[in-house]
T-cell receptor, first 112, second 115 residues
Framework: SQKIEQNSEALNIQEGKTATLTCNYT??????LQWYRQDPGRGPVFLLL?????KEKRKERLKVTFDTTLKQSLFHITASQPADSATYLC???????????FGKGTKLSVKP | GAVVSQHPSRVICKSGTSVKIECRSL??????MFWYRQFPKQSLMLMAT?????????EQGVEKDKFLINHASLTLSTLTVTSAHPEDSSFYIC???????????FGAGTRLSVL
């Protein structure tokens, strides 16, 4: 079955630095991969979607890469701010009816 | 745009009672809605996928007689936890998409505590 791993449970960085989060997957070739932000006690908020034929996607200070050979996606937040502190979830298409398979998430803390 | 409202945000109930959770897409029509459950420090686990007007598709290990899902219109899906027990206590989250394979927009979640 598909397996998705977000390597770091937690990541602490200084304000202004670039945060890089990793998502690896096995036993699958997803058609697309998505990144979500989740704040405590709230539902996830969609950030970016990248398809298998795309190498990189950008949105403001966010950048996502998708390496189908390495079976890995990297999620970058440049010029990080304390307001970026949250849990970031990686999700793969589940192959059926558009459902998603989520990783456990990486809790990012940006210190001023 | 793409707002999903989930109600209630929190519910505390006695063991054996049933609880209904509503999920509404406020500004778009949702062909497909999804229901997830999330335990502390765990990932979202898909419980079921529902398409408007048809029966929900449940994931393996999810009891369809216990978790009743109704998707009667393009803007409303409900999840009813029947005869809830303490082990059903969790964070339940719905999401909606305009069409299958599209971006999912999530509700704020419902914290269920069964005493």
């Amino acid at each position: 079955s598909q397996k998705i791993e977000q390597n770091s449970e937690a990541l602490n960085i200084q304000e202004g630095k670039t945060a890089t989060l990793t998502c690896n997957y096995t036993n699958y070739s997803p058609a697309y991969l998505q990144w979500y932000r989740q704040d405590p006690g709230r539902g996830p908020v969609f950030l970016l979607l990248i398809r298998e034929n795309e190498k990189e996607k950008r949105k403001e200070r966010l950048k996502v890469t998708f390496d189908t050979t390495l079976k890995q996606s990297l999620f970058h937040i440049t010029a990080s701010q304390p307001a970026d502190s949250a849990t970031y979830l990686c999700a793969l298409d589940g192959g059926s009816q558009g459902n998603l398979i989520f990783g456990k998430g990486t809790k990012l803390s940006v210190k001023p | 745009g793409a707002v999903v409202s989930q109600h209630p945000s929190r519910v505390i109930c006695k063991s054996g009672t049933s609880v209904k959770i509503e999920c509404r897409s406020l500004d778009f029509q949702a062909t497909t809605m999804f229901w997830y459950r999330q335990f502390p420090k765990q990932s979202l686990m898909l419980m079921a996928t529902s398409n408007e007007g048809s029966k929900a598709t449940y994931e393996q290990g999810v009891e369809k007689d216990k978790f009743l899902i109704n998707h009667a219109s393009l803007t409303l899906s409900t999840l009813t936890v029947t005869s809830a027990h303490p082990e059903d206590s969790s964070f339940y989250i719905c999401s909606a998409s305009r069409v299958s394979w599209d971006i999912q927009y999530f509700g704020a979640g419902t914290r269920l505590s069964v005493l």
